[in-house]
């Protein structure tokens, strides 16, 4: 990988992130959701149990 695309996927994940901030709780659960993390119940799918404990902190 390249310097250029480096930096690329750099401001790619800065642009996501800045996204993430504005969203509403529903927003984020769906996002979550459409990403295979969360169940549509909001809850964490078997593969990302473990995150449950940082999020409850």
Do not use: H
């Amino acid at each position: 990988m390249s310097e250029k695309d480096i930096q690329y996927l750099k401001e790619l994940a800065i642009a996501r992130l800045e996204e993430a901030k504005r969203m509403t709780k529903t927003q984020a659960i769906r996002s979550l959701n459409d990403a295979g993390i969360l169940t549509t119940k909001g809850e964490f799918k078997k593969n990302y149990q473990p995150l449950q404990e940082i999020v409850a902190k």
